[in-house]
């Protein structure tokens, strides 16, 4: 499946976003979808993550209640609404897709299990 991000920006602290992932090339159900973010010299870190169908999320500590994942299945995209930024919430962030045929609940936080990655948009938070 190919990934493509969009939707960075530079934004004031306080601001919102909207993120989006276009997905083409595999069936975009088949998929558990995330969002990633990574700064200089850090590890790439799990942000937010959706089932195949939009039924089950879970977001990160640090960005709870202020970021929302969703996808839309006929469109082929997953979103992330990021709401209230921080200077911290600096980063590239990139979308990833890990394959799920069982179509279940589990939505992996691991960076090596995702197999399809986006390009990455960057996002900069001004204070």
């Known amino acids: 499946v190919q990934l493509q991000a969009s939707g960075g920006g530079l934004v004031q602290a306080g601001g919102s976003l909207r993120l989006s992932c276009a997905a083409s090339?595999?069936?975009?159900?088949?998929?558990?979808m995330a969002w990633f973010r990574q700064t200089p010299g850090k590890e790439r870190e799990f942000v937010a993550g959706?089932?195949?169908?939009?039924?089950?999320?879970t977001h990160a500590d640090p960005i709870k209640d202020r970021f929302t994942i969703s996808r839309d299945n006929v469109k082929n995209t997953v979103f992330l609404q990021m709401n209230s930024l921080k200077p911290e919430d600096t980063a590239v962030y990139y979308c990833?897709?890990?394959?799920?045929?069982?179509?279940?609940?589990?939505?992996?936080?691991?960076?090596?299990?995702?197999?399809?990655w986006g390009q990455g948009t960057l996002v900069t938070v001004s204070s």
């Open positions: 090339g595999r069936t975009f159900s088949n998929y558990v």
């Open positions: 959706v089932n195949w169908n939009g039924g089950v999320t």
């Open positions: 990833a897709a890990l394959r799920d045929l069982r179509k279940g609940n589990y939505i992996s936080s691991y960076r090596r299990t995702y197999e399809y």
